[in-house]
């Protein structure tokens, strides 16, 4: 079993929508079974927050129910429970990096890195593209699903 959780600033635009795409991969492929799909905030803004409507918006036009969403924080107990602690941007490397002592066993990665990019995960928070969030969101977790099966 391998356990992924997505992290992003708030947990209601980029994270949510890698776990839900995630899942939707991961049913599709016939993997339930196998791995494991969730997300959380680095930050306490939004804590009980559904997913943010352009992003459920999105996510319902592909078919995939987000409605069960509620943004949650990171907790120190994630690193023991997931295998993948994947976030969105720098800023969130670094929360995480500082929440884990500098990640001893090696978990945090940045979703672009799947794709071969550097760049971050672009926040439609503040850039309102949502489609381009939703492209490379997509991009990654087709490239992460298929590293890991």
Known sequence: ?????FICHGNICRSPM?????KDMVKKAGFEDK??????????????????????????????DCSSHAAR?????????????????????CD????YHNDPEG????????????????DPWYTRDFAKTWEEINLGCKMLLKSIT
Do not use: C, W
């Not at 079993?1 to 959780?5: E, F, G, Q, R, V």
């Not at 978990?107 to 672009?122: M, R």
């Open 1 to 5: 079993m391998i356990k992924i959780l």
């Open 18 to 22: 890698a776990e839900y795409v995630m």
């Open 35 to 64: 791995i494991v799909v969730a997300s959380a905030a680095a930050h306490t803004d939004e804590i009980g927050s559904p997913v943010y409507p352009p992003v459920r918006k999105l996510l319902n036009d592909a078919g995939i």
């Open 73 to 93: 924080l990171l907790r120190p107990s994630d690193y023991q429970e997931f295998d993948l602690l994947i976030g969105m941007d720098e800023e969130n490397i």
């Open 96 to 99: 995480m990096r500082r929440l």
């Open 107 to 122: 978990k945090i990665k940045k979703l672009p890195e799947y794709y071969g990019s550097s760049a971050d995960v672009a």
